[in-house]
């Protein structure tokens, strides 16, 4: 979940406890206890035997096994302990490779690029299903010139969509991730799509003026998004998540999918 500064400074006046860290920033100080605890473990048992205790290989699965334990006592994801577990196991593997560094430096920058800011957010890129885009289309208001928005528009292929089944409506997507966000643009450019496409934070972008906001995210920004759009949605207008659900609030109706991931639709009217 995204928390500018200013939000956090407006938490602690109010006496309201601070945004979690994120998960991915909790994970590097597991991964450091861990190699500690298996860098004592090792020279302990190296002096007791008088010799080299373990192999790097086994070292570093030694250390999975601890930054797992400690994962798991934090209380993190259950998926997140698979990753702690493989992590400095597959780093040892891919290091005895001898792949020339600068590979690794263009996959980083690849991902982060395609990405963006996931390990803050929390919020990986989903791309809508065609079946998707036709069930949501049949949500979309009866008369022109309504206006809707992608929150986290991704490449832009749920907006160009939307917009040549229903032309008689004002498209709108906000993408945080530079790759998908000029790709976006991109088709834009060439005619593909015609629809106000912008760069940055939705978390800043005002809900009001949209008579339906669609969101395909995950369940970690769900309460904090349905908390905005109450503040600055209108009357009469729509919010629909595309299968995360708002905790602890049923949706005014759902509707089932027909794609590979079995998807739902949730709506909630204003």
Known sequence: MVRTPSHNR???????P????????TALPVQAVAALIATVMDVAVAAIVHGQALGH????LFQGIVAAAIAHRLGMA??????HLAFTPALVMTLSLNIYPLWFLGAFLLLALIYGKTYQTQVPLYLSSRAAVDALASLLPERR??????????????????????PDGNYHGIEAAPLPFL???CRALFGATDCGLTWGNFWNRNLAPYDVVYAYLSPVPM?????????????GSIFVSNSFLVPGLAPEMSIKVDDFEGSMLHVWRM
């Open 78 to 83: 259950v998926w997140w302990l698979p990753i």
């Open 10 to 16: 407006l938490a602690v006046s109010h006496g309201l």
């Open 145 to 166: 010139g309504f206006s809707f928005l992608d929150l986290g528009s991704g490449c832009g292929g749920l907006l160009r969509c939307l917009s040549r089944q229903r």
């Open 57 to 60: 290989f086994h070292w570093a």
């Open 223 to 235: 309460m904090e998004l349905w908390r905005k759009a109450r503040r600055e949605m209108r009357r």
């Open 18 to 25: 601070l945004p979690p860290v994120s998960p991915a920033l």
């Open 183 to 185: 790709m976006s643009r």
